[in-house]
């Protein structure tokens, strides 16, 4: 199995939100990916109105705010596209929050060439978001996200994950193709609403909080991954 890495999520506080990262992991022979996903928050300089209203997440001018991740791997199972995900920029002392993702074309693709419809699983973890030191706790989600080939066009896999998943510190699944099928590329989309961060700005400290997550694909389905 190798595994991948590419830059964490990370958290920015100066009263803004940022974005977050990620890692990815593969199975024997293949080859995985990391990516990153980054939140800033700014100082409060703005004077308390009297009811509390929304902060809408903006999409700053950022040059942590990477792109999906490539990951240059060759085997005949692979990852060859791990997202990276931004949320943004807060205000400290703003209350809870949850922010969506804010970029475009956040895609997780996965190719198998094997010719053996063996199946596969690709599960993620990550670490805690930290700006120097400090820790924000945060409940990051990837919701099930709509499937499709390496022709762009909408493919169903029974074998994938249909559920919302919190992703924490112990690997899950989160993109699945059973045994008879999966085979070629296959990708998810988790731009918007489909990538999520759950924070307090009350608990954050100004500037860039960070987290890694680590994408591992393995030769199996998500019974056998589980």
């Known amino acids: 199995m190798k595994k991948i890495e590419v830059l964490g999520i990370t958290l920015v506080s100066v009263a803004l939100l940022g974005g977050a990262g990620t890692t990815v992991l593969a199975a024997e022979g293949d080859t995985g990916a990391t990516t990153k996903g980054t939140i800033i928050f700014k100082a409060n300089d703005r004077v308390t109105p009297p009811v509390v209203v929304p902060v809408t997440p903006t999409d700053p001018t950022d040059p942590n705010k ?11 199972l692979r990852i060859d596209l791990a997202p990276n995900f931004h949320f943004g920029e807060f205000t400290v002392g703003t ?17 198998d060439g094997r010719g053996t419809l063996a199946g596969w699983t690709v599960s993620v973890s990550k670490t805690a978001f930290t700006n120097s030191g400090h820790t924000l706790p945060a409940t990051f989600t990837l919701t099930s996200a709509e499937v499709k080939n390496g022709t762009n066009v909408t493919a169903a896999l029974a074998g994938d994950i249909k559920t919302a998943v919190t992703v924490d510190t112990a690997s899950q699944p989160v993109f699945a193709a059973n045994a008879d099928e999966g085979g070629g590329t296959y990708f998810k989309n988790f731009d918007g609403n489909k990538a999520t961060l759950t924070f307090n700005t009350d608990t954050a400290k100004v500037g860039e909080y960070q987290s890694t997550l680590t994408w591992t694909l393995t030769s199996a389905t998500v019974e056998g991954a589980r």
């Open 66 to 76: 990477e792109g999906d991740k490539p990951t240059g791997n060759t085997e005949p």
């Open 95 to 111: 209350g809870v929050h949850t922010a969506s993702n804010t970029r475009l074309n956040s895609n997780l693709q996965v190719t």
